[in-house]
């Protein structure tokens, strides 16, 4: 089993920043994908963005150039640096673990909001 703790969300105005944390524990294996994902109004789990083991990044069309993902291995900690935000941004933001099984965190509520 892996444990996903996430955190950084809150309420943030229009153009401001948030970074969210995602921390994991447990059986953590040697070759794991991480990432974030965020729930649609229609209720579909969309990707943000995603992160190898070896660093490489891929991010939705819609935050490229505004967020930034990241990990440190030897912490466990997938990092997502969000700049630049919009309304459209707000949602609730799922930490996603991914090696021969897939584990979720619990979600994060992200409100961009003036």
């Known amino acids: 089993q892996v444990q996903l703790v996430e955190s950084g969300g809150g309420l943030v105005q229009p153009g401001g920043s948030l970074r969210l944390s995602c921390e994991a524990s447990?059986?953590?294996?040697?070759?794991?994908?991480m990432g974030w994902y965020r729930q649609t109004p229609e209720n579909r789990r969309e990707l943000v963005a995603s992160?190898?083991?070896?660093?490489?990044?891929v991010y939705a069309e819609s935050v490229e150039g505004r967020f930034t993902i990241s990990r440190d291995n030897a912490k466990n900690t997938v990092y997502l640096q969000m700049n630049s935000l919009r309304p459209e941004d707000t949602a609730v933001y799922y930490c996603?673990?991914?090696?021969?099984?897939?584990?979720w965190g619990q979600g994060i509520q992200v409100t961009v909001s003036s």
């Open positions: 992160i190898s083991s070896y660093g490489v990044p």
């Open positions: 447990g059986r953590i294996a040697n070759i794991a994908s």
């Open positions: 996603r673990y991914s090696a021969d099984t897939t584990y």
